[in-house]
């Protein structure tokens, strides 16, 4: 099961310029290793990342034009595989095969320390090819620009999405590469609501171009599916099923930018995995205090810390603007003005980790009944902090200010 999805991720043009030194084909079984030969080929000759039906065309056709038709159904029977196997886990492999890759050159220079026991004399220059042979660890550059002009360009990015609240865009701009964005409020206040408006609202991220994913852990992922064609159609369901072929066409202009995923026990691994194999511009998480992380922890605030402290890093190791959903403490009950520290279990560090944070309010017993409030309690992106009132539209999962 590695080594197939070691296939998928090798795919990746980052990850395998990164662990081609180590990755051989004899470390493949039962015909795997033709996989490494033309994906090592085809890496060399293409700047980009591959797809297994690229790969095929790539082995059948172009390096290996001659298999027999016996060779070729052998080949796509293990690509299905490869295919059906479950999303790997890029951080866990990628251990596995410096693992794999120390041991065997441990076991090379063990052989040559053999023969120098049994007086080989050369044997002392033939570990020093051995040695020699390796590729060291690349040292990245992680200095940053003082190129005015490259420095505004990196700026641009962390703020590329703009937020689709009038006030919201003027006072905030958006989110970009590497931000960490928690949305909050109490159960059944609208936080859902509230980024399914700033994906799929007039003028939101999915308009904008963004490549968006949701990995949905809180409702079923079907319902929020409706919930996002609600909002950009501007039809609840009763309208849209009179008047489908409408709701189809328009929805048809932005449906290829978002895709969700029901993610029930997911871990900060399987998100590392999905980031590194799909590359979303935007990821939702709702909720992210319900992803397991890996490890043993005495304490609960303890796994959220460590949550919160690997979603950030996923963000900037990933060039991902990730929005993080999740929920109010009881101190936000039946308030429009909120805070960060009314967070649930906000004393664990949570806060720390946020590029901006936004609270959405509610206050039952006082106007109208779609009242809410959204605040801007920490702001790393133009340091503005306050509270923008509107309305929410429940049936749409709209917000108009």
């Given at each position: 099961?590695?080594e197939?999805?070691l296939?998928?991720l090798l795919?990746?043009?980052n990850?395998?310029?990164?662990?081609?030194g180590?990755v051989s084909?004899?470390?493949f079984t039962?015909g795997?290793?033709?996989?490494?030969?033309s994906?090592?080929r085809a890496h060399?000759?293409y700047d980009t990342?591959?797809t297994?039906?690229?790969?095929?065309?790539?082995?059948?056709?172009?390096?290996n034009?001659?298999l027999?038709?016996t060779?070729?159904?052998?080949f796509?029977?293990?690509?299905?595989?490869v295919r059906?196997?479950?999303q790997?886990k890029?951080?866990i492999?990628?251990d596995i095969?410096?693992a794999?890759?120390?041991r065997?050159?441990?076991h090379k220079i063990?052989?040559?320390?053999?023969?120098?026991?049994?007086?080989?004399?050369e044997?002392f220059?033939?570990?020093?090819?051995?040695?020699?042979?390796?590729?060291e660890?690349?040292?990245?550059?992680n200095?940053?620009?003082?190129?005015?002009?490259e420095l505004m360009k990196?700026v641009?990015?962390?703020?590329k999405?703009?937020f689709?609240?009038?006030?919201l865009?003027?006072?905030v701009t958006?989110i970009?590469e590497?931000?960490?964005?928690?949305?909050?409020?109490?159960p059944e206040?609208?936080?859902?609501?509230f980024?399914?408006?700033?994906?799929?609202?007039?003028?939101?991220?999915?308009?904008?171009?963004?490549?968006i994913h949701?990995?949905?852990?809180?409702e079923p992922?079907?319902r929020t599916?409706m919930?996002?064609?609600?909002?950009?159609t501007g039809l609840d369901?009763?309208e849209?099923?009179e008047n489908m072929?409408?709701a189809?066409q328009k929805?048809?202009?932005i449906?290829?930018?978002?895709k969700?995923f029901?993610?029930?026990d997911w871990?900060i691994?399987?998100i590392d995995?999905h980031?590194?194999?799909?590359k979303?511009d935007?990821?939702?998480?709702?909720q992210?205090?319900?992803?397991n992380v890996?490890?043993?922890?005495?304490?609960?605030?303890?796994k959220?810390?460590?949550?919160?402290?690997?979603?950030?890093?996923l963000a900037?190791?990933?060039?991902c603007s990730?929005?993080?959903?999740?929920q109010?403490?009881?101190d936000?009950h039946?308030?429009?003005?909120?805070?960060?520290?009314?967070m649930?279990?906000s004393k664990?560090?949570k806060?720390?980790e946020?590029d901006l944070?936004?609270?959405?309010g509610?206050?039952?017993?006082?106007g109208?009944?779609s009242?809410?409030?959204i605040c801007?309690?920490k702001?790393?992106?133009t340091g503005?902090h306050g509270t923008?009132h509107?309305?929410?539209?429940?049936?749409?999962?709209r917000?108009v200010v």
């Amino acid at each position: 099961m590695i080594e197939k999805q070691l296939i998928q991720l090798l795919l990746n043009k980052n990850f395998y310029e990164k662990h081609k030194g180590k990755v051989s084909k004899t470390m493949f079984t039962n015909g795997a290793g033709s996989f490494f030969d033309s994906i090592e080929r085809a890496h060399n000759e293409y700047d980009t990342d591959l797809t297994l039906d690229e790969l095929e065309t790539l082995h059948t056709d172009k390096y290996n034009p001659a298999l027999t038709r016996t060779a070729r159904s052998n080949f796509k029977l293990l690509l299905d595989e490869v295919r059906n196997e479950p999303q790997p886990k890029g951080k866990i492999i990628s251990d596995i095969v410096t693992a794999i890759h120390k041991r065997n050159l441990a076991h090379k220079i063990a052989l040559v320390a053999t023969e120098i026991y049994n007086g080989k004399d050369e044997g002392f220059n033939d570990i020093r090819k051995i040695l020699d042979t390796q590729e060291e660890e690349p040292i990245e550059d992680n200095s940053i620009t003082t190129n005015i002009d490259e420095l505004m360009k990196l700026v641009d990015v962390t703020t590329k999405w703009k937020f689709n609240l009038p006030t919201l865009h003027e006072r905030v701009t958006g989110i970009g590469e590497g931000n960490l964005t928690i949305i909050f409020a109490r159960p059944e206040t609208g936080k859902t609501a509230f980024w399914i408006n700033l994906v799929a609202g007039m003028d939101g991220f999915a308009s904008q171009g963004a490549n968006i994913h949701a990995l949905i852990n809180e409702e079923p992922a079907v319902r929020t599916q409706m919930r996002l064609i609600n909002a950009w159609t501007g039809l609840d369901r009763e309208e849209i099923q009179e008047n489908m072929d409408m709701a189809t066409q328009k929805w048809d202009e932005i449906r290829q930018n978002i895709k969700l995923f029901d993610t029930v026990d997911w871990s900060i691994d399987d998100i590392d995995s999905h980031l590194a194999i799909h590359k979303p511009d935007i990821l939702v998480i709702d909720q992210l205090d319900k992803i397991n992380v890996g490890g043993a922890f005495a304490r609960n605030d303890e796994k959220l810390r460590a949550i919160y402290t690997g979603t950030r890093e996923l963000a900037k190791r990933r060039n991902c603007s990730i929005i993080a959903i999740s929920q109010a403490s009881a101190d936000a009950h039946n308030k429009l003005e909120i805070s960060f520290d009314m967070m649930e279990n906000s004393k664990t560090g949570k806060a720390a980790e946020a590029d901006l944070i936004i609270g959405v309010g509610k206050r039952s017993d006082l106007g109208e009944a779609s009242e809410r409030s959204i605040c801007v309690s920490k702001n790393k992106i133009t340091g503005w902090h306050g509270t923008i009132h509107c309305n929410i539209n429940d049936r749409l999962s709209r917000y108009v200010v």
